[in-house]
């Protein structure tokens, strides 16, 4: 599948959705950072990095990207093994770390809400002070939430614990 090449319209477009230009980060202002995860060996550069604050962001970027065929590929702390966070056709990279949030716990039905730029290390402290346990174990304790989900990620723990699905 092909996508749609960036032009000028389309950032003016995306700043306007984000509407602070420090979020906002094109050519020379991406970070290499931004270009691959852990995982050696895939590497490319994502036409636009916006750093996302609110869900609205999220919804109209995805509707925008949607009606013009351009790729999105989201990205947390960009830990990650599996070459998920690695905007591979280019097209815009949604960094959702600064969505960091834990908005509640359930303690009755052991759920917890929380954004997906969430720190496992942070997770874990959060809930331990609630006398629980948060299983999933992944090596790198600055992953995010969000990526764990979407990668199914598990450690040392998953044997006796499951993954993260688990």
Same mark, same amino acid.
């Given at each position: 599948?092909?996508?749609?090449?960036?032009?000028?319209?389309?950032?003016?477009?995306?700043?306007?959705?984000?509407?602070?230009?420090?979020?906002?980060?094109?050519?020379?202002?991406?970070?290499?950072?931004?270009?691959?995860?852990?995982?050696?060996?895939?590497?490319?550069?994502?036409?636009?990095?916006?750093?996302?604050?609110?869900?609205?962001?999220?919804?109209?970027?995805?509707?925008?990207?949607?009606?013009?065929?351009?790729?999105?590929?989201?990205?947390?702390?960009? &830990?990650?093994?599996?070459?998920?966070?690695?905007?591979?056709?280019?097209?815009?990279?949604?960094?959702?770390?600064?969505?960091?949030?834990?908005?509640?716990?359930?303690?009755?039905?052991?759920?917890?809400?929380?954004?997906?730029?969430?720190?496992?290390?942070?997770?874990?402290?959060?809930?331990?002070?609630?006398?629980?346990?948060?299983?999933?174990?992944?090596?790198?304790?600055?992953? &995010?939430?969000?990526?764990?989900?979407? &990668?199914?990620?598990?450690?040392?723990?998953?044997?006796?614990?499951?993954?993260?699905?688990?």
């Amino acid at each position: 599948m092909s996508y749609k090449v960036l032009d000028t319209n389309d950032i003016n477009f995306l700043k306007k959705i984000i509407n602070d230009d420090k979020r906002v980060l094109i050519d020379g202002d991406i970070r290499e950072e931004y270009s691959h995860d852990e995982l050696c060996g895939i590497q490319k550069y994502p036409e636009v990095v916006l750093k996302i604050k609110e869900t609205r962001e999220v919804s109209e970027v995805m509707k925008y990207a949607n009606e013009n065929n351009i790729s999105v590929t989201p990205r947390g702390t960009g &830990t990650g093994l599996v070459g998920a966070a690695v905007p591979i056709h280019g097209g815009i990279l949604l960094d959702l770390s600064t969505m960091n949030k834990i908005i509640e716990i359930d303690e009755e039905n052991l759920t917890v809400t929380v954004e997906t730029g969430v720190l496992l290390m942070d997770l874990t402290k959060y809930v331990e002070e609630h006398d629980l346990f948060y299983p999933p174990d992944p090596g790198e304790k600055t992953a &995010t939430i969000g990526g764990n989900i979407s &990668t199914n990620a598990g450690g040392m723990r998953a044997v006796k614990y499951g993954v993260t699905r688990d």
